[in-house]
DNA sequence: TTGTATGCGTTATCAG
DNA sequence: CTGATAACGCATACAA
């Protein structure tokens, strides 16, 4: 058994007021008591109780985080911002995947709400009405990161996915390319999927490009989607220059089922990777992709939950830039 | 002001207890008051709270996990393990960093000390002994992955990184190889360094090959760690054939300044990793990799704390199998 | 400067 | 089958 502010107040012949106060130290006592207070609190090894704390104060100090997976470089970052900030303002972070499809996204927030976390964290789940419901009836500040809903009561942060994806594209038109694929993005997504397609199709379009659904081959975001696209690819002995990759991980994919392929990256055929993961540049080539500021998302997203939490603001969502980071895995034609 | 069961106790004409037990479904009342309660419940939104209950019940229903870092395809896969695994026992995790070399391990611990975890896990950090102590003296079941200390009293999940070093190196040997380089090992990590670096250097011994101190650079388990190595092997003209990594990552690195010098994979020089985390089987070319089965020891070691926790048992310390996983980054001379 | 008393939301032990 | 009531560990308004 964990010593009490009772034991210490019996032992040091005090109240426990007496000592909730040197604990915290809210001042107001003379420094003889506290000297004793702080005595015995350390030779009983007290530690104080956090969850006690919380049901009289009505606050956690605790920061929820849900999001599908934590296997992939992109998530890792972005969770390493948050933990990082939230530890820096004394927050604790209670951490739940929501499944690969947002499959337990009901029951993560459920726990979240038991839990009574001041603060919700949600990233990249896709959110349905219902799930909007029992998040906003949750009655805390939460945040979306890199996910977005069709209400305006839902704040997030994210890139704009339809331009990043037209900077993408344009790019490689830019260094010549005229007939380019996309692989790994999913259509029925509409948070990453389809303005990431719809970005690639406006470029081609306003440089006069035909668009050829064939050379869209649809997917995850992972790196077996990239090899899948890439080897069908093959077998449409489609004769493209350029992939654009809705991750990074995709681009891999492309890059590996090039690889066994004997295909030259770039040489033969230029990739573009999205995300700007810790993977984009061990690859190799390494990987020219558009970068999304992975951990200062999760920063700024723990900050402005931490800043609703103590001042009951509103959160105003934000889109942050993109930007191209320029490597080695697109040619410049001539 | 969210519903407490004395709102619901009100609204319904019950007491406090009854609603309790309804809630809870303990039995021992008829139909119509459990039916009358959860409408009240219900209509109230009520959401019990779980600090409350944990406050009464002394246990918290959750587990600790302090590791380094997040970042990495290697803690991804054991945190993921983790998760679902206490996820699935109804267990929520709390999860902190511990810096990067565990500098705010004093903190993390007592933090959780603080939150009442009933269970924690450790992942990847050196315990020195006054960490031991502070984590002992918590007097909850706690298991260290892919660490140890030189204590009997922590138990840990790990591989034998010895001999999972000597079977790659031996691999190496095997297909000829007999100038071999060793990369990102810190001899100065007595849990993941030295241990590796023995292995190595035993296995060489073994098999008549006299060890070259200058064919050994130490370094952390980073990407850039790997660059680094290599660079030095290039700039010292050593005639390795092929190079052990302490690391996927360091491997990556490698292979990444191998191919910016031209210098071939497998062709010109042998690459083999350590880890079989995500990166290793989207390289170019794939890796050949020791394996530690991470997701398996993140649940694993959830699963033993979880055990000592509803059982009060001591948990066992446990050497797992590692496994060589050939890809394409050896070649085999003649 | 210090102590008393009360309540936070819940469970659990009694009686009834 | 149900209801008082006392904990759990702590913070705090109010008294002294």
Redesign the interface.
Known sequence: M?ATIKDIARVAGVSTATVSRVINNLGGYNEETEKKVMAVAKAL?Y??????R??VQKS?N?IGVIMP?????F???I??GI??TS?EHGY??????AGSHGS?IHESM??M????VDGLIIVSVELHETAIEALT?L?IPFILLSTKTNREDTPYIKVDDYSAAYTAVKYLIDNNHRSIGMAGANPDDSIAGSPRINGYTQALLDHGIKVDLNLIKPGGFS?ESGKTAMQAFIEDEASITAVFCASD?VA??I??TC?ENEISVPNDISVVGYDNS??S??????LTTVAQPLYEMGREGCLEVIAAIQNKCKIESKVIPHELVVRKSVKKLT
Do not use: C, Q, W
Not at 47 to 52: T, V
Not at 92 to 97: A, D, E, P, R, Y
Not at 281 to 286: E, L, Q, T
């Open positions: 964990a090894g530690r104080k109780n956090e969850n006690a919380s049901l956690t605790t997976d934590v296997t992939t470089a998530y890792g970052d969770i390493k933990e990082d530890y604790s972070v209670i951490l739940t995947h337990r459920n726990l709400g038991e839990r009574r009836s009655g790196f991980e891999l994919g890059m590996s690889f810790k993977v540049h061990m690859s190799i080539p390494p």
